[in-house]
């Protein structure tokens, strides 16, 4: 069982950044793939970033590639999504899962066992 718990959202102005935690539970950490996804208003939950248990195999969505950097920290049982060169379509609920540790599947919700509550992230133009 993993529990988890975002934090780090807020608003800020497009070309802004913001730093969003991840906290899980568990004393398997480094066994579960991490991923991100959003979810705007009124649009399906998206794909944006996912790593591996290791942190040796990183994968993002073409819409943030190179704004957005996922990194975890096993020992402290953390993953982090920094945001940087905001958009306003970058707005949306963030929310933070796991997955069994494999390289199938990273951008795909089903293959995901555990999800955060998720945290807003708003910007404005």
């Known amino acids: 069982q993993v529990q988890l718990v975002e934090s780090g959202g807020g608003l800020v102005q497009a070309g802004g950044s913001l730093r969003l935690s991840c906290a899980a539970s568990?004393?398997?950490?480094?066994?579960?793939?991490m991923g991100w996804f959003r979810q705007a208003p009124g649009k399906e939950r998206e794909f944006v970033a996912a790593i591996t248990g290791s942190g040796g195999s990183i994968y993002y969505a073409d819409s943030v590639k190179g704004r957005f950097t996922i990194s975890r920290d096993n020992t402290k049982k953390m993953v982090y999504l920094q945001t940087n060169s905001l958009k306003p379509e970058d707005t949306a609920v963030y929310v933070c899962?796991?997955?069994?540790?494999?390289?199938?599947?990273?951008?795909?919700?089903?293959?995901?066992?555990?999800w955060g509550q998720g945290t807003q992230v708003t910007v404005s133009s």
């Open positions: 568990g004393r398997t950490f480094s066994s579960y793939g």
């Open positions: 899962a796991a997955r069994p540790d494999t390289i199938v599947g990273v951008n795909i919700e089903s293959e995901y066992r555990y």
